[in-house]
Structure formats: C-alpha cells, structure tokens
C-alpha cells in the first residue's frame, strides 16, 4: 500500500524556520516526482513546490520562491520542504503528494506562522 | 500559469439526486503526447484530499461508479449521477499538463439540502 507520512509541522514566529519530512512507502520513491502542496485555514489547494526523480530538478511557486527548499533523499525514501523567513501567510496545512498527477496524498502536517 | 475556474461554488443536493461541477481552463488541457491530464479530487470534511478521477474520466482505486468525469480542451464536468452522504466534501479540478505547477481550481462544496 502506497503511504506518505508528513512530519515537521508546528508554530514557529515570523521570520522563523521550519523543514518538514515526507516519508514514503510502499512504490519506487525514487522514480516518482513529488509535491508539496498547501491549504491555508478556510481556502483552497495551493501548490508550494516540486521535484523531479533523483532530485534534478526543482520548482516553486512565486510566493515561495527564494525561501523554500525541496529536496528528497532517495535512500531513506524521504522528500523534505525546508521553509525559511517564513510569514503568517504561510499558515497553512501542507501536504506530501506523490507524482506529477497527485495520485496519492498524505495526511498532512499543520504549519503555524505567528508571534 | 493555467488558471482553473469552477462553478459554482455551493452546490446542494437532495440525496439520491445528481450532482454536476463544471471546470474551465484559461489554455488548452491537451498535452504533446495527446493525452488531457485532467485530474478531480475529494476532500470530505475534515480528511486530506484524494484523487477521484485522473485523464478526464478514469476512476481511481475504489472510486464508486456514481462518479463520472467529461470532456475536453477547455471544458471540464464532474457528475455524480445520485447522491450519498458520504460525497459531502469539496471538490476541486486539478491540472497536470502544464506542469510546474499543479493548479487547481477553487473548489465546490457539496453539501445535502
């Protein structure tokens, strides 16, 4: 069974930081782009940023840009979102999905941004 | 960036009776190879999203066959042909093609009247 398990998540001030963890199981980690996406309380889905199999390439939207990091680390199965200067228009749960076509998504982990 | 619309916003249902979302894309879904990467998710109150349909009309897993997706290019639909209680959720269109990003449109709560 294809399972993603985010971690990480919590309160931090403005200006702080946060890296979030995805640990997957149960398909080829390693093949498979991967996502992170977000929701802020009340909204909709947002995408934050994506990665390429074997980490080649890397993407993020323009509200993110600059302070995220993405990366992944193959042998552990692992995909990681390390956020920077982060803002509280970054509260938001943010959720592991796998693929390009989000066919499986995790739970969620729960980012709070404020003093 | 693609930008996704979806109407309409609310949408109340008597159980047993059909229900039908409409998404719209601002360009063309149809991807070099030929194939439209279409996607619609669910997300009931209080879960995370899951994927419902994927390349316009093909159910995923487990997907109850009340669930049907159409279309083409521009214009999308999502009809759930009667019903349950349990579809109370949002629901949103999701595109692939034009990746990066994933954008998704903003979302229709069905709800029971």
């Known amino acids: 069974e294809v399972q993603l398990l985010e971690s990480g998540g919590g309160l931090v001030q403005p200006g702080g930081s946060l890296r979030l963890s995805c640990a997957a199981s149960g398909f080829t980690f390693s093949t498979y782009v991967m996502t992170w996406v977000r929701q802020a309380p009340g909204k909709g889905l947002e995408w934050v940023s994506g990665?390429?199999?074997?980490?080649?390439?890397?993407y993020y939207a323009n509200s993110v840009k600059g302070r995220f990091t993405i990366s992944r680390d193959d042998s552990k199965n692992t995909l990681y979102l390390q956020m920077n200067s982060l803002r509280a228009e970054d509260t938001a749960v943010y959720y592991c999905?796998?693929?390009?076509?989000?066919?499986?998504w995790g739970q969620g982990t729960t980012v709070t941004v404020s003093s | 960036d693609v930008v996704m619309t979806q109407s309409p916003l609310s949408l109340p249902v008597t159980l047993g009776q059909p229900a039908s979302i409409s998404c719209r894309s601002n360009q063309s879904l149809v991807k070099s190879d030929g194939n439209t990467y279409l996607n619609w998710v669910q997300q009931r109150p209080g879960q995370s999203p899951r994927r419902l349909i994927h390349?316009?009309?093909t159910r995923d897993s487990g997907v109850p066959d009340r669930f049907s997706g159409s279309g083409s290019a521009t214009d999308f639909t999502l009809k759930i042909s009667r019903v349950e209680a349990e579809d109370v959720g949002v629901y949103y269109c999701m595109q692939s093609t034009h990746w990066p990003p994933l954008t998704f449109g903003g979302g229709t709560k069905v709800e029971i009247k």
């Open positions: 390349m316009v009309s």
């Open positions: 990665i390429t199999g074997g980490g080649a390439n890397t």
């Open positions: 999905v796998k693929g390009g076509w989000a066919d499986v």
